[in-house]
């Protein structure tokens, strides 16, 4: 059985600090970025969008804040909590489904104790749904980090979950 997840960097964040945001901000240019591009920014930078970026953005867009939150709430890739350093993100579209990843689904929630958007206390992830990562042909799919894991099935599961625990004992 191969070591599916040995090799895979940890997700590394900053400590959110509203000062370091502003100081982040200033470096965008508002006639070259729109919002989801800041947005995504901020999430790279810190693992998640905290709520006090919100009045941040809606004065640098010059939006308000309910508009500011309707644009993070329709994209359900942000998220409002630091993730875990290993983020399992399971694809929930039609070819997955139809090659089994509903049922994976289901073992992976149970194994980690979690529903989709939490970390479990078992591990250090964090369980997230995908709507298609485009590798179809090669479903069911699930994304560690930046690595996709084709052809999904219970035993690679196993596998990966006795691997990322193992990375975290060391
Ligand atoms: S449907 Fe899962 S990768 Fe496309």
């Known amino acids: 059985?191969?070591?599916?997840?040995?090799?895979?960097?940890?997700?590394?964040?900053?400590?959110?600090?509203?000062?370091?945001?502003?100081?982040?901000?200033?470096?965008?240019?508002?006639?070259?970025?729109n919002l989801v591009d800041v947005l995504h920014f901020f999430q790279d930078t810190y693992g998640y969008i905290d709520k006090a970026l919100i009045p941040l953005l809606a004065k640098f867009f010059n939006l308000s804040k309910a508009e500011v939150h309707g644009v993070i709430s329709f994209y359900h890739d942000f998220r409002d909590t630091k993730p875990a350093s290993y983020i399992l993100k399971i694809?929930?579209?039609?070819?997955?489904?139809?090659?089994?990843?509903?049922?994976?689904?289901?073992?992976?929630?149970?194994?980690?104790?979690?529903?989709?958007?939490?970390?479990?206390?078992?591990?250090?992830?964090?369980?997230?749904?995908?709507?298609?990562?485009?590798?179809c042909s090669c479903s069911p799919n699930l994304m560690i980090n930046t690595k996709i894991i084709s052809r999904l099935t219970s035993e690679k599961l196993n596998q990966i979950l006795t691997n990322l625990r193992e990375v975290q004992d060391d």
């Not at 059985?1 to 200033?26: C, R, T, V």
């Open 91 to 135: 694809c929930q579209a039609e070819s997955c489904q139809a090659m089994g990843s509903r049922a994976l689904t289901a073992e992976l929630k149970a194994a980690l104790k979690i529903d989709f958007h939490e970390t479990s206390k078992l591990a250090d992830i964090t369980l997230e749904p995908v709507y298609c990562l485009g590798n």
């Open 1 to 33: 059985m191969s070591d599916f997840a040995l090799n895979i960097p940890k997700n590394h964040y900053e400590d959110w600090q509203l000062d370091a945001a502003h100081k982040h901000l200033k470096n965008f240019d508002i006639e070259e970025h």
